[in-house]
């Protein structure tokens, strides 16, 4: 509600005013009414919805013609004036109907008998200002019931010739200020800027009046309809002389008062409940803070700057204790009614400060309690203005009203508002303070549901974030891209991942899984499940073997465990992918010859967690170039479409071309995410199979032989030569020869195996039959066994062991050196 809702208008003389003695004094309601260009009410008063029986809502956005219809009869000749100074009176309201109309471009002032709801007919007297300037505003009409000014409880409140709107120039009353600064508090709410254009214009055509005689014109202030401090103060005191002189209570210093007091806090409470209305649209924090600024200004304060405490503002936790002179304020909003800049350069919004303990902010942040300042004194003004280093804010603040106001939630202050008024508008007081107040707990409320899920949100991604892999994008033989899309549901966790673990000989283990449900309980599992692959992936299970092993773990962790899971190891020396499925989603393979692409036809098998039911795996041959997309359901399944249609998109979008592999995965989010329906988050993982050329691999077969090791030496020597990396030969050489000796020691049978393998690193793989795989040890200056590892841990980037068929593979790898 503004200022306009319950106003009224002001009539009386005094001495130099132009007024004749005997001229009605009183209060008659007033009602506001502002008509846009399209000829619709876009401003309806309280005053107006009393005056012609039409609520606020029923009126906004109706044709202004139908609201106040202008009935065809006469009202008393004897009550028809001639023309005022710059309007014209016509006893059909003509000119109400035309200036509603938009067919004039003057003021004009006149009595009208409209037709209104419940009260067949009623004359009205107006003034009908046309507002010019680039506001969708183009009449601003007041309107009085001027049967109020006639009689009031039956009896004549002045005997008049006649009652008429005029108006006069504005510089032939006193009154003229008070109107230019009580005008603006009876428009709707609107900048200061074009409430100040309207203001202007009005008093440039004229200052409206009442014309009770040929020569006799009272000036017409529009008001709140609440009485100044000084009039209720002043009431009181006769009401109190009167009680001490025992004399009965004058009605005016009682029933008024009591109606005005009514009035009055209906009013605010009005305000609260649409501002509450205006505020907490939205969980994001950021634009909730806007809003409860914008709430305030211009209707309650000219200026509001909102302060939170750093861990609102950072999205952390609740924050604990009562606040400090150390406690950090971060400046979050700032809204106000003064020229635009004025403020930001001294306040700017983002600035965070301490406040110190005599200041009116730390009293209300310590205490949970407005504090008001009634006027801001120049002592106070420069202790305010010390916290601001080389900045003088004492001409913004000094003279005003101020409010400080607390932002709290569950007892804790979160933060504070100060508002402040100009020095020429009424001071804040009691009633403002318990306002303010309400106003605070209410925003208080609305910024910590903003601020729990906000945090909510950051804890939410923070923990996906953390359970999702940073992938490298060049692996040995493939090049990889992944997506993450959150789901739409709340708590944004989900359990879907990706995965790729380097294995030996140049391959890479490939994972997509997704855990059944949602929320906290299914991202722990998909952590849990995603560690268990890594493990055993680097154990270099066979894909059956190790979805086996997954879904035994599963049941022994809960009977709510279920996931689906898609595992590839891709051969990049052989050009071939091992798979296994465990109730997911085919992959696709688009083939780089033709850009075909197909669902890669594996045995679903079970979801993990089922028990008891075997996997299968299969090869699949693949050429340099080949692309292998591997996705969870979220991507493709759609509430109430068949998934076909979904898993067909998935085909077609990857086989579009693409500049990159950043590029492809878009493609393929942006031609099935613009689905609607999706809830499910979405993990995508797409692997370009760039393949080991033959002639960057090397391999030899060895006897079981000590000598053995010396022609190891001397066949990776040459090798390294032909590949140009002799920089690398004596330390390939060294752990080759160290490798080869163990496997010739500790071999079974007849088989020992080098390979060397060139790609963006150096690999070397050493395999023989002996199951048992080697253990670091530390080896004293006396041993003679046990340096071989240790050598190999000083000298290597990486090395390792796993299983190999019957027997074992340690593997080493060295850093490239640069090209010059």
């Known amino acids: 509600m503004d200022r306009g809702t319950d106003t009224g208008a002001t009539t009386g003389h005094g001495a130099g005013d132009g007024t004749a003695e005997g001229a009605a004094v009183g209060r008659i309601p007033l009602g506001v009414v502002v008509v846009d260009r399209a000829g619709l009410v876009s401003h309806w008063s309280t005053g107006a919805r009393r005056l012609f029986g039409t609520t606020k809502d029923e009126a906004v956005g109706r044709p202004a013609l139908d609201l106040l219809p202008v009935s065809g009869a006469l009202p008393d000749e004897d009550d028809i004036p001639p023309h005022g100074a710059y309007g014209a009176y016509d006893a059909l309201g003509h000119d109400l109907e035309t200036s509603l109309d938009g067919h004039l471009s003057y003021p004009a002032a006149g009595r009208a008998r409209l037709t209104v709801p419940g009260r ?97 014109r009272v000036p017409v202030t529009p008001d709140w309809g609440v009485p100044r401090r000084a009039e209720r103060r002043a009431r009181r005191e006769r009401a109190a002389r009167a009680v001490a002189e025992g004399l009965p209570v004058p009605p005016d210093a009682r029933e008024e008062d009591e109606d005005l007091e009514y009035a009055a806090v209906r009013e605010r409470l009005e305000f609260l409940n649409e501002v509450s209305g205006r505020i907490g649209t939205s969980l994001d924090l950021s634009q909730t803070i806007v809003e409860v600024s914008r709430a305030v200004v211009p209707r309650f304060t000219d200026v509001a700057g909102t302060y939170l405490r750093e861990q609102v503002v950072a999205g952390e936790g609740f924050p604990e204790g009562v606040p400090d002179t150390t406690t950090m304020w971060h400046r979050v909003a700032l809204e106000h009614t003064d020229e635009p800049g004025r403020w930001d350069d001294v306040v700017p919004v983002g600035e965070a400060m301490p406040f110190p303990a005599h200041t009116p902010f730390f009293q209300c942040m310590t205490t949970g309690e407005p504090v008001l300042v009634p006027r801001i004194s120049e002592q106070m003004g420069h202790a305010i203005a010390a916290q601001f280093e080389k900045r003088d804010i004492r001409p913004l603040i000094t003279g005003r009203s101020m409010l400080v106001v607390p932002l709290k939630a569950r007892n804790v202050v979160l933060g504070f508002m100060i508002l402040l008024r100009h020095p020429e508008r009424e001071v804040f007081d009691d009633m403002d303070r318990v306002t303010g107040a309400e106003l605070a707990a209410r925003a208080g409320l609305v910024l910590d549901n903003a601020r729990m899920y906000t945090y909510q949100e950051n804890v939410a991604e923070t923990l996906q974030d953390s359970m999702l892999p940073q992938i490298e994008a060049h692996m040995a033989g493939c090049d990889i891209a992944t997506r993450y899309l959150p789901g739409t549901l709340l708590g944004r966790v989900g359990g879907d991942w990706f995965d790729s673990v380097k294995l030996p000989g140049a391959r890479t283990a490939l994972v997509v899984g997704d855990v059944m449900g949602h929320g906290l309980n299914s991202a722990a599992m998909m952590g849990q499940l995603r560690t268990a692959v890594q493990t055993m992936a680097a154990l270099d299970l066979p894909p059956a073997q190790l979805l086996r092993n997954l879904d035994d773990l599963a049941q022994r962790l809960g009977e709510h465990y279920l996931a689906t899971c898609l595992y590839a190891v891709y051969d990049p020396v052989v050009g071939e992918l091992h798979l296994a499925n465990a109730g997911h989603i085919p992959p696709v393979l688009v083939r780089a010859v033709d850009g075909r692409t197909e669902l890669l036809d594996l045995p679903t098998g079970a979801p993990i967690g089922v028990g008891g039911v075997p996997f299968e795996a299969v090869r699949v041959r693949v050429e340099p170039g080949d692309r292998l997309v591997m996705c969870t359901d979220g991507l493709v399944e759609v509430r109430g479409e068949d998934i076909g249609v979904g898993l067909a998109t998935l085909c077609e979008s990857a086989a579009h071309p693409a500049a990159s592999m950043d590029d492809a995965c878009d493609t393929i989010i942006r031609a099935l995410n613009t689905r609607g329906g999706r809830k499910d988050d979405v993990a995508l993982l797409m692997a370009r199979l760039n393949g080991i050329a033959p002639e960057d691999v090397a391999e030899w077969r060895l006897a079981p032989d000590p000598v053995e090791a010396a022609r190891a030496r001397a066949a990776v020597r040459e090798q390294l030569y032909v590949w140009g990396l002799d920089a690398l030969a004596d330390t390939t050489a060294l752990l080759v020869g160290e490798l080869v000796t163990n496997a010739v020691r500790h071999a079974r049978g007849r088989r020992i195996e080098v390979r060397l393998v060139r790609g963006d690193t150096l690999q070397c793989e050493v395999y023989d039959d002996d199951p048992t795989l080697p253990t670091l040890l530390s080896a004293a200056p006396t041993d003679e066994f046990g340096r071989g590892l240790r050598v190999l841990t000083t000298l290597a980037r990486e090395w390792g062991t796993s299983r190999a068929g019957a027997g074992k593979t340690v593997w080493f790898e060295l850093t490239l050196p640069r090209r010059r």
Do not use: C, K
Not at 194 to 200: D, F, L, M, T
């Open 120 to 216: 067949d007919r009623m004359d009205v007297l107006w003034w009908a200002y046309p507002l010019v300037g680039p506001g969708r505003e183009r009449l601003l009409v007041l309107a009085a019931d001027a049967e109020t000014l006639r009689r009031r409880d039956d009896e004549p409140v002045v005997a008049v010739e006649r009652i008429a709107p005029g108006f006069a120039l504005h510089t032939d009353f006193p009154g003229a200020e008070e109107l230019a600064r009580r005008l603006p508090e009876i428009l709707p709410s609107m900048s200061v800027g074009e409430s100040a254009r309207i203001v202007a214009q009005v008093l440039e055509l004229g200052y409206p009046v009442l014309e009770f005689s040929q020569n006799d």
